[in-house]
Nanobody
Framework: QVQLLESGGGLVQPGGSLRLSCAAS?????MGWYRQAPGKERALVAV???????LYADAVKGRFSASRDNAKNTISLQMNNLKPEDTAVYYC????????????WGQGTQVTVSS
């Protein structure tokens, strides 16, 4: 069972920046970030494929940047120009090499953007 350890998050003013990090305890093929705001469903933020291709949600394009270290099984999310609507619990996702196995999720970290 792979475990995910997230770090980062917190309270920041609009226009500020935060960096989230996530480390997997074992090898995984794809890693990414999702977020869930109060009263809303969990939604994709960014996914970095093992080959390096990265997919971003339209709402964060140009402001967020995801990067991955395949050798260390880590992923980071640099969030710039944060907006109040970015407030959510952010979850790290990792997908196992065996597709029949369930995805792995982190415990979540709170990001609050407020003045």
């Amino acid at each position: 069972q792979v475990q995910l350890l997230e770090s980062g998050g917190g309270l920041v003013q609009p226009g500020g920046s935060l960096r989230l990090s996530c480390a997997a305890s074992g090898s995984v093929i794809n890693m990414g970030w999702y977020r869930q705001a109060p009263g809303k469903e969990r939604a994709l933020v960014a996914v970095v494929m093992s080959g390096g291709n990265t997919l971003y949600a339209d709402a964060v394009k140009g402001r967020f940047s995801a990067s991955r270290d395949n050798a260390k099984n880590t992923i980071s999310l640099q969030m710039n120009n944060l907006k109040p609507e970015d407030t959510a619990v952010y979850y790290c996702l990792a997908q196992p090499y065996v597709s029949a196995l369930p995805d792995y999720w982190g415990q979540g970290t709170q990001v609050t953007v407020s003045s």
